[in-house]
């Protein structure tokens, strides 16, 4: 069993990983940052509950300590003093942000943040570094994108890539400094919620994309149930069993992928990696062997939020104006537009990733990820609508 500095367990996947180690009876020590009115305890211990049952079994194998990558050893001071011996560092800590305008500070949390974490290493003499990054580290190259591969001279869609591109960078050059450091690098696609329960503590990514959706639908209804005249004529309907048929047209090319797996089955091939001595120094990459349609994920989010007439197409049909014609609906067509724009770069079909890696490692524990069917949507989606797309903490 190891003792393992963890950053980011307030975030998604660090939360479901920090219950999967511990299920496996590793030792935690946990570094999170405290907000206006909660402790980083509190934080932990509220993120913890939501993602496991009876997270009191744990207790006794977690301590927290308040700290902030952004700062020279992550402002745990130069020795580990009190916190004893620490076998290993899971760095998760990231800030995902695609806007342009916050590139500064996305590059100082996903860049100054890693060499930070690298540091701590250095200076406490950890000697084991797992690094949680995405596929999309590749940016825009085409065809198959092999694990070992990083600079390639690619660009990004976005500050956040690229960050995490460095961000690997760093790990490498850490690693190869010294012949007792090793490393290894998980990359992550997008990652949805539990495939059993549903259950996510943060809802971005697909959900990003569903939520706006949602709350067009509830302001809908809201509308027709005090009035609702000003819709005559939309061809907005309720029915009986509240299912809304909005006429809206949202693009996605139809040969879209979406390459997007549950966080139970990451974490639990993070955690068998992890366990395993042959996989250091090596990068894995999380990925279906044939990533789902996009518009098939699409379609199946809108049946299961009760939205009809939403044609998904896949180019704006010749001679339909792309300004809906009716003025309630003039709006929400125009920020569809936008909403898909943010999410389409990740919808692309003309790279798959290779999984050599994953598969050796994995061996004859190695179960493909689940596939992205109707009914695991749906299990998705109900969370997500019972909880109004609202995140934890
Ligand atoms: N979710 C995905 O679909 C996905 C896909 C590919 C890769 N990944 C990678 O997986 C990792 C975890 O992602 P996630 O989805 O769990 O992200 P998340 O839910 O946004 O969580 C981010 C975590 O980083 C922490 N953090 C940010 N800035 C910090 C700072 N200055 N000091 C200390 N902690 C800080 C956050 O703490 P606070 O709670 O205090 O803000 C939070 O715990 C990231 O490295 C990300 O790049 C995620």
Same mark, same amino acid.
């Given at each position: 069993?190891?003792?393992?500095?963890?950053?980011?367990?307030?975030?998604?996947?660090?939360?479901?990983?920090?219950?999967?180690?511990?299920?496996?009876?590793?030792?935690?020590?946990?570094?999170?940052? #405290?907000?206006?009115?909660?402790?980083?305890?509190?934080?932990?211990?509220?993120?913890?509950?939501?993602?496991?049952?009876?997270?009191?079994?744990?207790?006794?194998?977690?301590?927290?300590?308040?700290?902030?990558?952004?700062?020279?050893?992550?402002?745990?001071?130069?020795?580990?003093?009190?916190?004893?011996?620490?076998?290993?560092?899971?760095?998760?800590?990231?800030?995902?942000?695609?806007?342009?305008?916050?590139?500064?500070?996305?590059?100082?949390?996903?860049?100054?943040?890693?060499?930070?974490?690298?540091?701590?290493?250095?200076?406490?003499?950890?000697?084991?570094?797992?690094?949680?990054?995405?596929?999309?580290?590749?940016?825009?190259?085409?065809?198959?994108?092999?694990?070992?591969?990083?600079?390639?001279?690619?660009?990004?869609?976005?500050?956040?890539?690229?960050?995490?591109?460095?961000?690997?960078?760093?790990? #490498?050059?850490?690693?190869? #400094?010294? =012949?007792?450091?090793?490393?290894?690098?998980?990359?992550?696609?997008?990652?949805?919620?539990?495939?059993?329960?549903? +259950?996510?503590?943060?809802?971005?990514?697909?959900?990003?994309?569903?939520?706006?959706?949602?709350?067009? +639908?509830?302001?809908?209804?809201?509308?027709?149930?005090?009035?609702?005249?000003?819709?005559?004529?939309?061809?907005?309907?309720?029915?009986?069993?509240?299912?809304?048929?909005?006429?809206?047209?949202?693009?996605?090319?139809?040969?879209?992928?979406?390459?997007?797996?549950?966080?139970?089955?990451?974490?639990?091939?993070?955690?068998?990696?992890?366990?395993?001595?042959?996989?250091?120094?090596?990068?894995?990459?999380?990925?279906?062997?044939?990533?789902?349609?996009?518009?098939?994920?699409?379609?199946?989010?809108?049946?299961?939020?009760?939205?009809?007439?939403?044609?998904?197409?896949?180019?704006?049909?010749?001679?339909?104006?792309?300004?809906?014609?009716?003025?309630?609906?003039?709006?929400?067509?125009?920020?569809?537009?936008?909403?898909?724009?943010?999410?389409?770069?990740?919808?692309?079909?003309?790279?798959?990733?290779?999984?050599?890696?994953?598969?050796?490692?994995?061996?004859?524990?190695?179960? =493909?990820?689940?596939?992205?069917?109707?009914?695991?949507?749906?299990?998705?989606?109900?969370?997500?609508?019972?909880?109004?797309?609202?995140?934890?903490?």
């Amino acid at each position: 069993m190891k003792r393992v500095l963890m950053t980011g367990a307030t975030g998604f996947v660090g939360s479901f990983l920090a219950a999967a180690l511990m299920e496996r009876g590793h030792k935690l020590v946990l570094l999170s940052r #405290r907000s206006r009115n909660k402790s980083a305890r509190q934080r932990v211990d509220e993120v913890l509950g939501c993602v496991t049952r009876g997270v009191n079994r744990f207790k006794g194998q977690y301590i927290v300590v308040e700290g902030d990558v952004t700062r020279e050893h992550l402002a745990l001071g130069s020795d580990a003093g009190d916190l004893g011996k620490i076998d290993a560092v899971f760095h998760l800590a990231a800030a995902l942000d695609f806007l342009q305008t916050n590139k500064e500070n996305v590059f100082h949390t996903n860049i100054v943040g890693t060499r930070n974490a690298l540091d701590l290493c250095t200076a406490w003499r950890i000697n084991e570094f797992h690094h949680v990054s995405t596929l999309f580290v590749a940016g825009d190259r085409e065809g198959t994108i092999m694990e070992g591969d990083l600079d390639c001279g690619q660009s990004f869609m976005n500050p956040y890539e690229e960050s995490k591109l460095n961000g690997e960078k760093l790990v #490498r050059e850490w690693a190869r #400094r010294d =012949p007792r450091n090793s490393h290894r690098i998980y990359r992550l696609p997008v990652v949805c919620g539990d495939s059993i329960t549903g +259950k996510t503590i943060a809802f971005n990514g697909l959900y990003g994309f569903c939520a706006p959706f949602w709350v067009v +639908k509830q302001q809908i209804i809201r509308r027709m149930k005090k009035n609702g005249h000003d819709l005559d004529g939309s061809g907005i309907t309720l029915g009986p069993d509240g299912t809304l048929h909005i006429p809206l047209t949202v693009q996605i090319s139809s040969d879209s992928s979406l390459d997007m797996i549950p966080v139970d089955w990451v974490v639990r091939n993070i955690v068998h990696l992890f366990e395993s001595e042959g996989s250091k120094g090596l990068t894995f990459h999380f990925a279906h062997a044939v990533p789902p349609k996009a518009t098939d994920i699409i379609r199946m989010c809108f049946s299961a939020m009760g939205i009809t007439g939403i044609d998904v197409v896949d180019k704006w049909p010749d001679g339909r104006a792309s300004e809906h014609a009716h003025t309630a609906l003039r709006s929400v067509q125009r920020s569809v537009g936008s909403l898909i724009g943010r999410f389409t770069g990740y919808m692309k079909n003309h790279k798959s990733f290779d999984t050599t890696n994953m598969r050796a490692m994995m061996g004859d524990s190695f179960n =493909p990820p689940p596939r992205i069917d109707r009914a695991l949507v749906d299990r998705l989606m109900r969370f997500a609508m019972e909880n109004n797309f609202r995140n934890v903490s």
